[in-house]
């Protein structure tokens, strides 16, 4: 087995929606190089996975050295909707970000989504992602479900979960800022795909992408277009390249 007594610590960050928290159990695995350990995620007296929460937990489990993916895992059909976790143990100070990409839905009642996500460490870069809402009228949203695929001129590609605004909205004029970590290297950024999964359209005027060379990219919104999951208010994806 593997030697014990290792602390981890784990945040959740559940998605700003009003039926994406949950009461049911949830339970996180975390796999390393020398094997696996799994525990439940419960504080005590408090409400866990609220929506629009980010939740803290501390385990006591075995060591698995060096962290390369999670499994997040529910025991119960109170659908469940997360964004990110991230994981650092006792052994490895260093937070490492695991994202949503597949943004899917954990219930145990297969019609409401999956049992379980497993997730990879996508790699050890970080990205900062500009977002400026327009001031034009009807801008702003509260439900668009944002995520971004970055492209690299290297061939390589970061995927985003949602991406949450502090206040869970997107305003008019506001620009919101998203600190992306453990991405693959890009190179140099080449292109960006913005999504939305939720119907509630939204307009934005720049999307910027700032590397840690200090290097900026900028993206305007060329296609004059709201973004939407409806297609008859709007593009559903949009793809912007240098």
């Not at 159990?25 to 975390?30: G, Q, T």
């Not at 419960?42 to 962290?67: P, T, W, Y």
């Not at 995520?147 to 206040?167: C, D, F, V, W």
Request: net charge negative.
């Amino acid at each position: 087995g593997l030697s014990s007594a290792t602390s981890y610590w784990v945040s959740v960050e559940t998605f700003s929606l009003h039926t994406s928290g949950t009461d049911s159990p949830v339970y996180v695995r975390i796999l390393g190089e020398k094997g696996a350990v799994k525990g439940l995620l419960q504080n005590r007296g408090k409400g866990d996975f609220e929506a629009g929460q980010v939740d803290e937990f501390e385990l006591s489990l075995g060591e698995v050295g060096r962290i390369g993916s999670v499994e997040v895992s529910i025991g119960g059909d109170n659908m469940f909707f997360f964004n990110w976790v991230s994981v650092r143990s006792s052994s490895e100070e260093k937070k490492k970000y695991f994202y949503n990409v597949e943004r899917r839905r954990l219930s145990t009642d297969y019609s409401e989504g999956y049992n379980k996500v497993a997730i990879k460490l996508q790699g050890d870069a970080t990205y900062i992602v500009f977002v400026e809402t327009a001031t034009r009228k009807s801008a702003d949203s509260g439900r668009i479900g944002l995520s971004m695929i970055l492209e690299g001129n290297n061939g390589n590609r970061a995927y985003t979960s949602h991406l949450q605004p502090k206040e869970g909205v997107f305003n008019q004029g506001t620009v919101d800022e998203f600190v992306l970590r453990n991405l693959p290297e890009l190179e140099a950024v080449k292109c960006v795909t913005l999504t939305a999964d939720g119907d509630d359209a939204w307009y934005f005027d720049l999307i910027a992408v700032l590397d840690m060379g200090g290097n900026v990219v900028r993206y305007s919104n060329k296609y004059g277009k709201f973004l939407s999951s409806d297609s008859s208010e709007g593009m559903t994806s949009m793809k912007l390249c240098t």
